[in-house]
């Protein structure tokens, strides 16, 4: 998880500077707190972070490790029970699994505008293998297959929407991801807007975007942007990232998805396989010809040959068999 940490720490130093000039922050379930402390020593956004634990033996070796630190406070407790200091301006929840026991604390533990960071590694349960799971975990019904990851990740943040409502807030993603065995969310949080938050299901028989598959519905899942404009343009790879290469081409990546943020994306091969080609057009061809029609597309993080545009499904399925046919 080191990459991530880097990407944690990036992010930090994307954020607009405090309009009180000073920044602090809580790392929930924090074990020997290495996230929270690469943030406070590395990121120069927080004058002061806390760090709970509730395992005794773990939360000394937290204190050992936040000693080191100025400005770094180890407290020994349930993750559930906000510590002295709350609100604070920043929640990290980086949990083993579901963060779900935790999310309510998280996001009532932020000032208004400020960020709460939340890790799911339950992709058992979010990405479809364990569908009853899901339903009692987040309710929500889990897209399966290669768009299950991406669908884990809109699962999230529809939960954290709806948890949010519960508390007579709103979030808004800032940069959410899905990679490996986890998917992340940084989200800001501010007091309930008129605004109803894009969160709805998915039916097949409906659905314009790319092919989730045919046993939905699927959801509720966020169905708006990922990310934030603004706050990708300034990602920058941190000074003394431990990943630095590994970053550097996620941010990449990052900053060309941006231009064509919408939900799930497609794949040449997979589009060949559906519509019965002997084989799948190039990416570029299929970039170069989406962009002529007037569509925006750019590849996504979420796979290496994955494309996401704001063309229909029928009207990318019509341009790949005629560049099939063409060859």
């Known amino acids: 998880m080191a990459g991530d940490r880097d990407l944690g720490v990036a992010f930090a130093q994307a954020l607009l500077p405090p309009t009180n000039g000073k920044r602090t922050g809580w790392e929930m379930t924090a074990a020997t707190g290495v996230r929270g402390l690469r943030l406070l020593r590395e990121s120069g956004a927080f004058d002061a972070f806390t760090f709970s634990e509730s395992?005794?033996?773990?939360?000394?070796?937290?204190?050992?490790?936040?000693?080191?630190?100025?400005g770094a406070n180890a407290v020994e407790g349930d993750a559930r029970v906000p510590p002295p200091g709350a609100p604070f301006d920043y929640v990290d929840l980086d949990p083993y699994g579901t963060p779900a026991?935790?999310?309510?604390t998280a996001l009532g533990s932020v000032r208004?505008?400020?960020?709460?960071?939340?890790?799911?590694?339950?992709?058992?349960?979010?990405?479809?293998a364990q569908p009853s799971a899901c339903w009692r975990r987040y309710g929500a019904r889990p897209v399966r297959g290669r768009l299950g990851p991406?669908?884990?990740l809109r699962i999230l943040l529809a939960y954290l929407a709806h948890e949010s409502e519960a508390l007579g807030r709103s979030v808004?993603?800032?940069l959410a991801y899905a990679r490996d065995h986890y998917v992340r969310a940084y989200v800001e949080v501010q007091d309930r807007s008129d605004t109803s938050a894009p969160v709805g299901t998915i039916d097949p028989e409906s659905w314009p975007?790319?092919?989730v598959g045919d046993r939905g519905p699927y959801g509720p899942l966020w169905l708006g942007p990922l990310f934030d404009v603004d706050l990708v343009g300034r990602l920058r790879v941190p000074d003394g990232a431990a990943r630095a290469r590994e970053v550097e081409q996620f941010l990449s990546r990052l900053k060309e998805e941006v231009t064509a943020d919408r939900p799930f994306y497609f794949e040449a091969n997979v589009l060949a396989s559906r519509l019965d080609l002997a084989e799948p057009p190039s990416l570029r061809a299929v970039e170069e010809g989406l962009r002529s029609l007037g569509f925006r597309v750019a590849r996504t993080h979420a796979r290496p040959e994955g494309f996401r545009t704001d063309a229909s499904q029928k009207v990318v399925e019509e341009l790949v068999r005629r560049l099939a046919n063409a060859r």
């Open 150 to 152: 991406e669908g884990g």
């Open 101 to 104: 026991p935790f999310v309510r």
């Open 172 to 174: 808004r993603p800032m």
């Open 55 to 70: 395992n005794p033996e773990a939360c000394r070796v937290l204190r050992e490790n936040a000693a080191r630190f100025p």
């Open 209 to 211: 975007g790319p092919w």
């Open 112 to 128: 208004p505008g400020g960020v709460v960071a939340v890790t799911a590694t339950d992709m058992m349960v979010l990405a479809g």
